[in-house]
């Protein structure tokens, strides 16, 4: 065992983050060893000709227990959406507020017709069991998932939401939350991003979302993390790196995403990690004169054709997404649009000039981001799949958003929860 380190973590995405800072705070020696040129994995942003753009349609919610408990989120300074969206349909963009939160407004919606009375009542008790089962601790999408679990889809029948209000916001909106909407994602899971919405706001920090990661990183002892430092095999106190070196210590922790940990571990340890599907998503980033929204909303498309699952203008939310005098417009494309990706800036303008007229055509294209890995299938039939434990054996320990739910929340409680069960010695 090496006299440096305590702790060897593979993976500096959030989980491996949040699990180093839990060990040296309680005075482990860690070492972290990440194969990318920067830390984050899938939470990234790039920067084109002075824009910021993430890597996929990310936001953080100011909600997360998690988030809350790990993070510093006044310097992240962060900008919110304002609660509620605009539904696109038909050409037109209808409000949908948030009646706790935007009374007049979301008055507005039933008189538009945006939501029926029926499904507002729904809306409100629905609202009510997702608080109180989360406060409760009965809304836990992190627990073993029970047999009998529900889909979205199947929650959403047996509430009695009509066929209307969940093809016009449900499904555009998680959707675009979960990338799939065929609403299959487990209803634990809806039913506590749901409560965080509740709750809270969805938020961008200035710098970009890979600010969350970047701070996690910096409350780590200087050297603690090796970039460039790809593995290649991952054993109990023993990880080998493709450059044939070897690092060894007390504890390994595999903190990569599934896939990655699929063909890193002893064949003994993989389980259906590599099986496990994955959601993909893409992006589209342009920029405008000016921002098309005259309100902080997100845009969600419950039309039956065209590219765009949601629309969003960072740049109006946090200052820091365009250069002075310009606004970042970016949109996540639907998982089921079947059109080649040169294809998606034009049928993306076509589609968004119907919304907000002939200022559309004139958006420049920046980038198409294409993230083929953005999300671990959450199923109920996948999340059964799932380690129900971080240790793996006596020094080899597992974590990640693929072991809890998939969001930023998820990989941060993860890490966090491995790190306990290491000092434990569980």
């Known amino acids: 065992m090496s006299d440096d380190v305590d702790c060897i973590v593979v993976g500096a995405g959030l989980a491996g983050l949040a699990c180093a800072r839990e060990l040296v705070r309680v005075g482990r020696r860690v070492c972290v060893v990440e194969s990318a040129d920067r830390v984050g994995g899938r939470v990234a942003t790039d920067t084109v000709e002075g824009f910021r753009i993430d890597r996929g ?47 007049l407004a979301a008055l507005g919606s039933v008189l538009s017709g945006s939501v029926g009375i029926a499904d507002g009542l729904r809306t409100a008790r629905l609202r009510s069991d997702a608080l109180r089962g989360v406060a409760r601790g009965a809304i836990d999408p992190d627990a073993s998932p029970v047999a009998a679990e529900r889909t979205t889809r199947e929650e959403l029948a047996a509430r009695g939401f009509s066929a209307t209000f969940v093809s016009r916001f449900l499904m555009p909106f998680f959707g675009g939350v979960f990338l799939e909407r065929a609403l299959q994602t487990a209803a634990p899971v809806f039913l506590f991003d749901f409560a965080m919405f509740a709750l809270g706001h969805a938020c961008l920090p200035r710098d970009g979302m890979e600010a969350i990661p970047r701070q996690l990183a910096a409350g780590l002892p200087d050297g603690c993390v090796r970039l460039r430092a790809e593995a290649r095999a991952v054993m109990p106190g023993r990880v080998e790196l493709d450059d044939g070196s070897v690092l060894t210590a007390h504890d390994v922790v595999m903190a990569t995403d599934g896939a990655a940990a699929a063909t890193l571990l002893p064949a003994a340890h993989r389980g259906d990690l590599g099986s496990r599907a994955w959601k993909a998503t893409r992006l589209v980033a342009f920029a405008a004169d000016r921002s098309p929204l005259s309100e902080h909303l997100l845009v969600v498309s419950g039309e039956r054709s065209g590219p765009i699952d949601n629309l969003t203008v960072p740049s109006d939310v946090a200052g820091g997404y365009a250069p002075p005098g310009a606004a970042l417009v970016t949109v996540s494309v639907r998982s089921d649009w079947a059109g080649e990706t040169q294809d998606l800036p034009e049928a993306v303008r076509r589609q968004a000039e119907e919304w907000f ?40 320990w597992i974590c990640g958003d693929h072991c809890a739910t998939a969001s930023i929340n998820g990989a941060l409680a993860s890490g966090r929860r491995c790190a306990e069960a290491i000092v434990r010695g569980a």
């Open 57 to 103: 349609f990310q936001v953080y919610n100011d909600a997360y227990p998690e988030g809350r408990r790990q993070l510093d989120l006044a310097a992240l300074d962060l900008g919110r959406f304002e609660p509620g969206a605009l539904v696109a349909e038909g050409g037109m963009l209808r409000p949908l507020a948030d009646p706790w939160r935007r009374p």
């Open 357 to 396: 007229g002939a200022a559309a055509a004139g958006w420049r294209h920046l980038t198409t981001v294409n993230v083929p890995r953005s999300l671990p299938d959450e199923s109920p039939a996948a999340r059964r799949t799932r380690f129900t434990s971080p240790r793996l054996e006596a020094g080899l």
